[in-house]
C-alpha cells in the first residue's frame, strides 16, 4: 500500500556566519492514510522544523539542502510556492504551536475561519446563502472544541480570548475542510483538561469519518501513548527511535527511557522527581556520534565517534549502539 506521505533524507540548513549548520539531519517517516503518528522530545530537537518543512513554511533562513516529501506521490519540496497553496490548507493543514501569532490580530474569529472554506470552495463573489452556511459550519466546529457561547467567539478577536481558546480556534480553522493530512504541533498543550479532551475528540472524529492522516507532535507522552498508533522520538534534529505507540512506555534508546523516567504521575508523588542531566546540543556543536551521549549512562567511545546504525528490536526501530537488552529478540 502506497504511503500517503513519505518524508526521505530530509536535511534543514541554517547559514550562520557562512556555516551551513543542520537542524535537520536525514529525517526518514512515513505517513499511511488513516494514521495518527506522535513525535516526541524535547524542545530544540527539530519537531515543529519537521512540520513546518512538511508545510513548506519554513522561515527565510532555513534551507532545505537535501531530502524530499512526497505527498501523494508528488514531491512537495519541488513544487512552486503559487502550487503549495493549492495543497496548504485543503489537502495538508496545520495547527501551530502559537496561535496567538498565527491569528490575524485585526480579522474577528469567524471571518477567519470562513476565509478558510471560501478559499477551498474559490467561488468567488461569495453569495449571501453560502455565507449564512459557511458561518454555520464555523458555529458547529466551534460548539465542538468546548466552545459554550459560539456565536460570542465568532464575533470576537483575537486578543478578547485567552491563549486556550486561540489554540482552539486555530484547531477549528485547521480542521474545518476535512484535509487529509493534519500537523498538529503541540494542539492541546495550553489547553485545560476538559478542553484537551474535547479537542483530541475532534481530531479522532476527523480521523474516524474522513481517514484524516494526523501527525501530532507533543511533549505529553501520555497523548502520544493513547492517541497515537505509532510513536517518533526525536533528539537534536535526528530520529532516534520509532515502534507503536503500545510499546512507548518500554522504550529501546535511552534517551526515550530516561523521557519516560522523568515523566510525572499519580505514583511519584512524594519521591523526587527524576531528570535528564545536562541539556540538548547546540545547533553549533555538529556532533559526528549520537548526540544524546555525552548525557547517557551508558555511552561508550564509539558512541561519540560514529552515529550508530538502525537496530531493529520487535516491532520498533531505534539508532543505538546499547539498545535496552533485556527487549531484544533473540537471534
Known sequence: MAHLLEVKNLTACVNKNGRMLKILNNINFCVDEGEILGIAGESGCGKSMTALSIAGLLPNEIEITEGHVIYKKNDLLRLTEKEMRGVRGKEIAIIFQDSRQALNPLMKIG???TEVLELADGQKPVKNEQKAKYKEL????LSSLAFNDPEHIYNAYPHQLSGGMCQRVMTAIAI???P???LGDEPSSSLDEES???CLAALKEINDKYKTSLLIISHDLSIIKEFCSRFIIMYSGKIVEEGPASSLYSPL????YALVNAKPGREKR???????PGKVPSVEDQIQGCPFAPRCLKAKKICTEIFP???AIRNGKVYCYYPNEADKEPD
Open 253 to 256: 534508546h535511552p534517551y526515550t
Open 138 to 141: 464555523a458555529l458547529q466546529m
Open 176 to 178: 474545518i475542510n476535512n
Open 270 to 276: 512524594g519521591k523526587k522527581l527524576e531528570n535528564i
Open 309 to 311: 546504525p538502525l537496530n
Open 111 to 113: 471571518r477567519q475561519i
Open 196 to 198: 484537551q479532551r474535547k
Open 180 to 182: 487529509k493530512l493534519l
